[in-house]
Structures are given as C-alpha cells and as structure tokens.
C-alpha cells in the first residue's frame, strides 16, 4: 500500500452532508468505479474489494433516521455497528448519546473512513479492523447491523452470530431495504423511512429502508 488508508481516504473522498441526515457528514465518492479502480492501484490488487465504506447505503440510512427518532435506543447505552463501512450507524448511535460506540470492518480504507468520519462529527468512535463474526458477540448493550444481506456468505455468516447476541440479550437493530438475503421471518419491522441513496450501488437513488429488531428465540414447550 502506497500511501496510509487515511490519506487514501482524503484523496478520494469529499466530506458532505448525508442526505436526510443533513446533521451528520461523510466523507463520499461520486462513483465507485472510479474509486474501484483507484483502490486496485493502491492495492496492487487486480479483484479488490468493493469500496462500501464510501457511500451511504440504504439500511445505514433507515438506523441513522430511526436513532434520530428514538435515542433512547443507544442513549447512555454500549453500541457495536458490525460491517460499519463509513461509519454512519455508530455515529449516529454517538450522536443520540451512546455511552460508548465501536465500528468494525475489515476493510483498512473502512477502518480509516470511520475515524475520519467520527472525528468529522464530533464523535467519539472506535474502529475495529478485524473479523469479528468467528468469535464471540462484544459485550455491549446494543449491536447495529446495516446492509448485512447483500450476498449469501455474509448473511450465513452474521445470522448465527446476530442469534447469539440476541440469546445473551444483546438488542440487535437490523437495517435493510428488503434485499434477498434478508432472514424476515425472524424479524419484527420496527420503522420504515425512505431514503436517498447512490445509484452507484444501489438499483434506485430513492429507497424504503426498514429497521427491524430480531425476534426472540423460540423455546421448546414440554
């Protein structure tokens, strides 16, 4: 890697305004081809991946509106955002008063937008790089799950950690637009906002993003 993650974040990215979050700024990309390309070369990567962390998705957007709506959801609470790409759960978590908010990605560019973006707003956000789903959940109060579900090897992934921390009563807000992978039979829709996002990732700029909270676990009787 030629330059640090942090400088890579700078070069590429224009710190603005999230749409209906007008409150909190992201440092974002216009297009992610161009972006795609430009994290090939720092890289030296010919299949890199996809440079999520420079966008807004849909889901992050439905929890950052519901957290805006209810801050008693994280409110003097111990919030974990899981995959937090650029960050926007955690710091929307931070801004309704979390005690303490983490975001983890695996993604060095992730690692480097969430500090800048968190530092951008006044925050206070860990970043956590490494792959948190092949151990236990965190010991924390609430853990946020934004746009988990776009591909099957996640969403099998992230299920049965989500389940675990639900079991050790853990409250788990999932935010989504109602893509394939979405486990909704063990959800319970919590709100609906629509949102705009990018086309750059997304088959439309204008969205229903949905929060939902985990169902509890079903117990055997007899």
């Not at 790409?85 to 993604?107: E, F, H, W, Y």
């Not at 906002?193 to 169902?215: C, I, S």
Request: hydrophobic share 45%.
């Amino acid at each position: 890697m030629a330059t640090s993650p942090r400088a890579f974040v700078l070069r590429n990215t224009r710190l603005r305004p999230v749409p209906g979050l007008e409150e909190i700024r992201l440092h974002l990309a216009d297009e992610v081809l161009q972006l795609w390309h430009a994290v090939e070369l720092e890289m030296d990567d010919p299949d890199p991946p996809l440079p999520y962390w420079a966008f807004a998705w849909a889901g992050g957007l439905a929890i950052g509106r519901y957290l805006r709506e209810h801050p008693e959801a994280t409110a003097g609470r111990r919030v974990f955002d899981i995959a937090s790409g650029s960050g926007l759960c955690a710091i929307a978590a931070a801004r309704a008063g979390a005690a303490d908010a983490s975001g983890a990605d695996i993604d060095a560019f992730a690692a480097a937008a969430i500090e800048l973006n968190a530092r951008a707003n006044g925050c206070r956000v860990s970043a956590v790089r490494r792959d948190v789903l092949g151990e236990d959940p965190p010991d924390v109060d609430v853990i946020l799950a934004g746009d988990c579900w776009y591909e099957a090897p996640l969403a099998e992934r992230i299920l049965p950690w989500l389940r675990r921390a639900r079991d050790r009563g853990i409250d788990v807000l999932i935010g989504d637009p109602g893509r394939r992978y979405l486990p909704t039979d063990e959800l319970v829709e919590l709100a609906s906002y629509q949102v705009h996002t990018t086309t750059e990732l997304e088959d439309l700029a204008l969205k229903q993003g949905m929060v939902y909270a985990m169902r509890p676990a079903r117990t055997s009787v007899g």
